[in-house]
């Protein structure tokens, strides 16, 4: 049985930490309105980049001339994973599910005869990535010393997979990361950014007749790197929110977990103490009765 001293420091050392895990909710909290905020005034505009993107895919007659980006090399062979995941942990299962759903996706590939490589956004993904696919990643960004995601930061990450894309390293690329529903819900997602896959035009869109000027192609060359890095953006702030929920979520259950703890090392240390008293007064009452 432990002893008065070591239940104190237990009780001590559990309040010490629910202090800390308090906190990081609040914290947690102030972070999650501001990217929230900015996760859902992001997705408008990229939806409706797909959206033009998409008539204008749709007046193209001959998609062997349209820009790679948006028709391929015309083979499946060889797949990026571009995997984003969170700076830090202390954030439930956040980094672990999109880390998840990256790995079944590569293992399937991989099983298919398929050559597989990441690229990866994030310390915590790559960590998770490296015990089992270390050869096959082939960059990895960190953003520990960002404070505020702003669209500076997707453009060179868009430009790096745009180069490789370019250098023949790969066909198709998959963006995978976690769309932010609730704090208690977050969806991890794989979208297929490279050949670009625009939402199909719907059927008043579809009549309509435009003439473009320049050309489709030569708008589709210079829209299709501009949303592959409006993408990636969107999945930058997306993963910013679903990680504030996911930590404010796990820092609750964290702190409502130690007062749980404190609770039954404080009864453990009460009756402890009593039973000494107990204990103590018998002795004395038994040394007087034996006089």
């Known amino acids: 049985m432990a002893s008065l001293k070591e ?7 559990v309040k010490a930490t629910q202090k800390i895990t308090k906190a990081m909710q609040m914290v947690a909290a102030a972070k999650l309105r501001r990217a929230q905020a900015a996760a859902v005034a992001a997705r408008p505009f990229a939806e409706r980049m797909e959206q033009v ?39 439930g299962p956040f980094n672990s599910s999109i880390v998840r759903l990256a790995r079944e996706r590569a293992l399937a590939l991989m099983a298919d005869g398929k050559e597989v ?10 960590d998770q990535l490296r015990r089992q696919f270390d050869r ?3 960059k990895t960004v960190e953003l520990r010393g960002v404070r505020t995601l702003g ?14 894309f370019d250098e023949g390293r790969f066909d198709v690329c998959t963006l995978f990361f976690s769309r932010f529903r609730s704090v208690i819900n977050q969806i991890p997602t794989a ?22 000027e320049p050309d489709e192609n030569e708008i589709l060359a210079e829209l299709l790197p501009r949303n592959i890095a409006v993408q990636i953006f969107r999945a930058l ?30 009864l453990t240390y009460n009756r402890t103490r009593q039973a000494m008293i107990t204990k103590e007064l018998i002795e004395i009452i038994s040394g007087a009765e034996a006089l």
């Open 136 to 138: 096959q990643i082939i």
């Open 53 to 91: 993107l998409g008539n204008i895919a749709g007046a193209v007659s001959d998609l062997s001339n349209a820009p790679k980006l948006l028709a391929g090399t015309g083979s499946q062979q060889r797949h990026l994973l571009l995997v984003c995941t969170s700076e830090r942990g202390l954030c």
């Open 191 to 212: 979208t297929q950014i490279i050949p670009a896959t625009l939402p199909e035009v719907d059927g008043a869109a579809a009549r309509a007749v435009y003439d473009y």
């Open 117 to 126: 490589t990441f690229f990866c956004v994030g310390r915590k993904g790559a």
């Open 237 to 266: 702030l997306e993963n910013a929110a679903s990680e504030q929920g996911a930590r404010m979520t796990a820092m609750d259950a964290a702190t409502r977990n130690a007062g749980e703890m404190i609770k039954k090392q404080t």
């Open 7 to 13: 239940l104190r420091n237990r009780i001590a050392s």
């Open 151 to 164: 669209y500076g930061n997707a453009e060179p990450i868009a430009r790096e997979i745009i180069d490789l």
